[in-house]
Structures are given as C-alpha cells and as structure tokens.
Nanobody, 127 residues
Framework: QVQLVESGGGLVQTGGSLRLSCAAS????????MGWFRQAPGKEREVVAAISRSGSRTYYADSGTGRFTISRDVAKNTVYLQMNSLKPEDTAVYYC????????????????????WGQGTQVTVSS
C-alpha cells in the first residue's frame, strides 16, 4: 500500500510562491510515476504537472507552464511542486498522485491513470 502525504499549502498573496511536497511511504519510490492535480470548488480535478519515474520527463498543464516546476528526490521519497507567480485562479486543493509503471520515461496526465492519492493540501491565493 502506498501512502502519500502532501504539505506546504497555505495562504499567499498574488504573485507569491509556494512549494508543495509529497512524501511517499513506499520502498520502491523509483518505480512510480508521479503527478500533481488540483480541484477548485465546483470544478473537476485537473492535472497540474507530472513527472516520470526517472525524472527525465515532465509535463505541465498550460495553466502552470512557465510558473510551476515539478521535481522528485528519490533519496527522500518525495516529489515537489514549486509554484511561482501565483494567481487567484490557482486557488484549489492540490493532490499528489502515484502510479507504478514499467516505463521509466512515461508521464501520465489522466486522473484515472493514477492508483494512489494523497489527502490534499489547500492553496489559497488572495487578490
């Protein structure tokens, strides 16, 4: 069983930055592709960014391109989402997700491609 615990959310002003962390309790973290999703009230959960097992490939939704950076630290079993130049429309609950995969360079952008989810962390950007 994989457990994912997010942290780093909070309240920030427009233009500010936050770094989200997701710690995975799994022995074979390097076998998992990871993703960050978000869900605003009344909206569907959407992908924000994703990273391959190896970390060599990443994906960003248009909303985060140029502002967000996803990375992973295998030694710490942790994936990060650095968010800069935050906007009020970034306000949402952010979820970390994991899926085991054989493809070391594959990234996954669909919510149904992920088997494991964290509990979410709230990000609120004030205008």
């Amino acid at each position: 069983q994989v457990q994912l615990v997010e942290s780093g959310g909070g309240l920030v002003q427009t233009g500010g930055s936050l770094r989200l962390s997701c710690a995975a309790s799994v022995r074979t973290f390097s076998m998992y592709a990871m993703g960050w999703f978000r869900q605003a009230p009344g909206k569907e959960r959407e992908v924000v960014a994703a990273i391959s097992r190896s970390g060599s490939r990443t994906y960003y939704a248009d909303s985060g391109t140029g502002r967000f950076t996803i990375s992973r630290d295998v030694a710490k079993n942790t994936v990060y989402l650095q968010m800069n130049s935050l906007k009020p429309e970034d306000t949402a609950v952010y979820y970390c997700a994991a899926t085991i995969t054989q493809g070391i360079s594959d990234v996954y952008t669909g919510r149904y491609e992920y088997a494991y989810w964290g509990q979410g962390t709230q990000v609120t950007v004030s205008s």
